[in-house]
């Protein structure tokens, strides 16, 4: 009896760490790298690291919404966000979120690298421009 409940936990848990994996390759982790500003004048420039607000900012991403969770990048006020394409060993993962402002994000993350570390470019709101890597 013993041997049973002790292989049907084995089996429970096996398929809860099974889950665990497949959830989490639906989810890109991304840390930001560089912070970028739009200016009235039209030109992007980096902005100082001393006042940077989103330098090492993590965010999380679903790769099948493209619901971005993080502290400061977030698009849950979003009135719609999507996926434009998963991305695969050719072709980059591209998302857009639309705001009732009027606003947009557009992120690309560079799935075809041959790196766990991807390269990544996200517009956010139309004038915070940041990069890094998500893996």
């Not at 002790?6 to 560089?34: D, M, Q, R």
Request: hydrophobic share 40%; glycine share 6%; proline share 1%.
């Amino acid at each position: 009896m013993n041997k049973n409940i002790a292989l049907l936990l084995l089996a429970i848990i096996s398929s809860f760490f099974a889950e665990l994996t497949l959830a989490s390759s639906s989810v890109y982790e991304c840390i930001v790298k560089t912070e970028y500003r739009l200016n009235d004048s039209g030109i992007i420039a980096q902005v100082s690291k001393d006042v940077a607000t989103a330098i090492e900012d993590r965010f999380m991403v679903d790769r099948d919404s493209g619901r971005i969770t993080g502290k400061l990048t977030d698009n849950k006020i979003a009135k719609d966000f999507r996926v434009l394409n998963r991305g695969d060993q050719n072709n980059s993962f591209i998302a857009i979120s639309r705001y009732w402002s009027g606003s947009s994000d557009y992120l690309q993350i560079n799935e075809y690298v041959q790196s766990s570390d991807k390269p990544f470019i996200l517009v956010f709101k139309g004038f915070w421009v940041n990069a890094g890597v998500c893996h």
